[in-house]
């Protein structure tokens, strides 16, 4: 299994991706157009460096947001890593014989370039989100 997980990026909960966004210009990454995940309540924006693994800036839209207590309690904070997947409802199936538990069946982003997510949790390792693109 672990050989189709194919890493993808960090996701980093934060209060504000416009300060995110400055924060992380200085350290020379490039920032995407901040988009709305609806399905997640969240805003997102994707930052990118040369030779350094894709960031994911998840702002809370509402009180609601599945992310909206860990930056009130912890700020900004790393809180999940992406893989990518060729089929991501194989990868769900094997991820939860090894114990994972989806939070739920994937669904279509709006915001992870027409693909599929699914977020998974396993005491040990915490959250992690699969992608699989869309042909």
Not at 21 to 48: D, P, R
Not at 79 to 84: A, D, P, R
Request: charged share 20%; with cysteine.
């Amino acid at each position: 299994m672990n050989s189709n997980l194919k890493f993808h990026h960090i996701g980093i909960a934060t209060k504000s991706i416009e300060k995110s966004v400055l924060m992380y210009a200085h350290l020379g990454y490039l920032s995407s157009e901040t988009i709305v995940e609806k399905s997640q309540n969240v805003k997102i924006c994707f930052l990118t460096k040369e030779d350094s693994p894709i960031l994911e800036l998840v702002e809370p839209l509402t009180a609601e947001s599945p992310v909206s207590r860990m930056v009130a309690q912890s700020g900004t904070t790393p809180y999940h890593t992406c893989y990518e997947v060729e089929d991501i409802h194989s990868a769900v199936d094997e991820l939860e014989d090894l114990n994972f538990r989806p939070l739920f069946e994937p669904i279509k982003s709006d915001a992870m370039w027409n693909g599929l997510i699914c977020y998974l949790f396993a005491d040990g390792i915490g959250l992690i989100e699969l992608y699989q693109p869309l042909k």
